[in-house]
């Protein structure tokens, strides 16, 4: 079957003959065409077309003779039809439309992808020792790379250490905003600068400490600002968590709103948040039972559809486990998805988990630290960076330690930890905020 379909690829030779010698009479349109060297079918073409990039890149002339010497050089000229065949690109021809046989040259060399894709998807799916979620998500990633080619997305390109740094240098130079995403909480930002593309970032916390609420209120900030998020709950509903939203932006006490106990000014601001809520590109999933592939399956169609920015799991030890595998394991597995998913949509994923009550003595807390972390050893490795979110206020109210909470920066793989950050936090609401250090103010 492989060879039928090799055989019968799509293409147009004519259109790649036509764009090469239109590129041999006008070789500054080098400049304007953008063809990549894989897609022209006929190996000649390839080879030609390889060929004059190299000498322009290298300040060459490119012509007829220097052409021929250089594919002479590297022993395939006669294969692809000597000096006669390149000759005969130009012959008589005079090179007009070269924009249309660049489109026509790139169309006929997706649909040889397409072709290539849907058999590799096929041999892949029949596989007998593929599983059926395993032949979807290979479908999917197969199909988001040909869209990312269809729509001119580079892959794979190689730069040199040099070309990096001078780009960095160029940004400090003009003052180019930074790529994080910031948390707005100022403190955090600080000492994170925020969270950069292509990072695992596990947020762990202790039941009643504020583990979703910190998730909650990233997000709620990012949508704000306009960037679209993704948000998995594999614990809480959508409903639920929309009415924690509404108390967070209206400053509505949240039992108020459960309760239905609301009037007066009060009715005015939910109405006013709604509407808010309404206009953000926030997305809530509340399917449970996701295995950690298959959120990275669903990711994968928010980033294609809405082009999410950051994405937030809560939490990882409600995603769903292969029974009869140790959970440290199937945890340092979904780990390194959601990093890989980090650096394959170029976005910051944030994995909330539950820490272990062990960590707490007597009713006496402290605070967390990695080992805290539930099966923590792997999760501790794959993750770039490792938050705490401590409140020492759940565990009895004193005027110390009352709407306080403590964000603890237990690892950064590029700045200091640890790190500890006062912040606000208004239990009323669910909310955390910035806090005036000089008078201990919320913001």
């Known amino acids: 079957m492989d060879k039928l379909l090799e055989a019968g690829l799509p293409s147009d030779p004519e259109a790649e003959h036509c764009l090469l010698g239109t590129l041999l009479l006008r070789p500054s349109l080098l400049d304007e065409i953008d063809v990549a060297i894989p897609e022209f079918y006929q190996r000649s073409c390839r080879l030609l077309y390889e060929a004059m990039l190299d000498l322009k890149a290298e300040g060459q002339p490119v012509e007829f003779h220097p052409l021929r010497a250089l594919l002479a050089d590297r022993g395939v000229l006669e294969s692809i039809g000597g000096a006669t065949w390149i000759a005969s690109l130009i012959d008589g021809f005079a090179g007009v439309g070269e924009k249309w046989y660049a489109e026509r040259i790139r169309s006929k060399y997706l649909q040889r992808r397409t072709v290539q894709i849907g058999n590799a998807i096929m041999s892949n799916a029949m596989d007998p020792e593929s599983t059926g979620a395993e032949a979807v998500e290979f479908a999917e990633k197969a199909i988001a790379g040909l869209t990312d080619e269809s729509q001119g997305v580079k892959t794979g390109e190689i730069r040199s250490l040099g070309d990096v740094a001078l780009d960095q240098i160029n940004a400090i130079k003009t003052g180019k905003p930074l790529d994080a995403i910031d948390s707005g909480l100022a403190e955090l930002d600080r000492v994170m600068i925020g969270f950069e593309p292509e990072t695992l970032t596990v947020v762990g916390a202790r039941t009643g400490n504020g583990k979703t609420a910190f998730g909650l209120a990233l997000a709620l900030h ?6 679209p998020v993704a948000f998995f709950s594999l614990e809480m509903s959508t409903v639920t968590l929309s009415q924690r939203l509404l108390s967070m932006r209206a400053g509505v006490p949240l039992q108020a709103i459960r309760y239905r106990k609301v009037f007066g000014e009060d009715l005015e601001k939910l109405a006013h948040a709604q509407r808010e809520l309404n206009c953000i590109p926030l997305h809530i999933d509340d399917t449970r039972g ?3 592939s298959q959120v990275c399956a669903r990711l994968r169609r928010y980033k294609q559809q809405q082009g999410t920015e950051i994405t937030i799991v809560d939490f990882l030890t409600r995603l769903k486990f292969n029974s009869k595998r140790d959970l440290r394991h199937e945890l340092g597995d979904a780990a390194k998805a959601f990093k890989d998913a980090s650096g394959e949509f170029n976005i910051p ?18 605070y967390p630290q990695l080992s805290d972390l539930r099966e923590s050893g792997n999760l501790e490795e794959d993750a770039d960076n490792v938050l705490f979110v401590h409140r020492d206020e759940y565990y009895g109210r004193t005027d110390e330690n009352h709407g306080l909470a403590d964000v603890i920066v237990s690892k950064q793989r590029q700045g200091p930890a640890p790190e500890f950050v006062k912040v606000g936090f208004r239990s009323e609401y669910v909310r955390f905020e910035n806090l005036w250090k000089e008078r201990g103010l919320y913001e």
């Open 222 to 227: 990012c949508a704000i600002q306009g960037r």
């Open 290 to 292: 996701l295995t950690a």
């Open 349 to 366: 994923v944030i994995a909330l988990s539950q820490l272990s009550r062990a960590s707490v003595k007597e009713g006496k807390p402290r």
